[in-house]
């Protein structure tokens, strides 16, 4: 199991061979500029140097599996400040061969206690390990035009979680979007957030209830507004273009957080 990971810890490196098969694989990792996808090489191999991969189960932790989950995880950190310390608040892996059947408990507002399982590909916890389905892993290699990448979308929960809430707001650095406060910062960007949200969780309905037109995106991203940053910043990494024609004021505000190196 990861024969070359004793390297990594010399130097990282990753074996040119398992390199272009992860790129092979994944068509929009190759389709990142060249400066992009040298620094993505790099931070795979101090994600995979630092993080500790667990199969669930008898599903055994390969190469393949490992380098394929690291190159995509990496993938919303290339350009921020700070880059692997967003995912600095855990360590643990755990690879499940499929989805994975989660029993919920929720309390309502009027206090009854709803028990519940829900089929889930991955999920993130705060604080904790990320859970990841490798067959919805391997699906990312050929979803990219629907949007979908399980990867991108927990580790999107993971920048989301890093100020205490998954409400669809990752913490903000100082002057975005021109604001002089932190609190202002955060208005403007719920501000552009919670319409396409709104927008889209309206369109997800009509499809739903009156066979309307269903959406673009994953409807999932309908349940809340931070599973709608997650599924969109899936679309935003994935396929840009589509997501770009289908939310227009989404892909500049996504820029300057995830680029500000190019805002």
């Not at 667990?54 to 690291?70: P, S």
Request: proline share 6%.
């Amino acid at each position: 199991m990861l024969r070359w990971l004793r390297g990594l810890r010399a130097g990282p490196q990753i074996p040119d061979a398992a390199w272009q098969a992860t790129l092979a694989r994944y068509r929009f990792l190759a389709a990142l500029p060249a400066t992009d996808g040298v620094r993505l090489r790099e931070l795979a191999a101090l994600f995979l140097r630092d993080k500790r991969f667990h199969g669930a189960g008898e599903f055994t932790i390969t190469d393949e599996v490992a380098l394929a989950i690291a190159a995509q995880a990496v993938l919303p950190v290339l350009h921020l400040p700070g880059g692997l310390n967003w995912y600095d608040d855990f360590v643990g892996i755990v690879v499940h061969a499929g989805e994975v059947v989660a029993r919920r408990r929720v309390t309502d507002v009027d206090a009854v206690v709803h028990e519940y399982d829900e089929v889930i590909a991955g999920e993130a916890m705060e604080h904790g390990p990320v859970m990841l389905s490798w067959q919805d892993v391997l699906a990312s290699s050929v979803t990219t035009d629907d949007g979908y990448n399980v990867v991108i979308h927990e580790f999107a929960h993971k920048l989301d979680m890093r100020d205490g809430a998954v409400d669809g707001c990752p913490p903000l650095p100082p002057g975005f979007a021109g604001t002089a406060s932190g609190a202002a910062a955060r208005a403007a960007w719920l501000k552009v957030l919670q319409a396409a949200y709104e927008g889209f969780r309206e369109k997800t309905i009509l499809a739903d209830r009156f066979g309307g037109e269903p959406p673009w995106l994953d409807a999932y991203g309908a349940e809340s507004i931070g599973e709608f940053f997650a599924v969109a910043c899936e679309a935003y990494f994935v396929n840009r273009a589509r997501f770009g024609a289908e939310f227009p004021d989404l892909p500049a505000l996504f820029d300057e957080f995830f680029r500000p190196d190019r805002a």
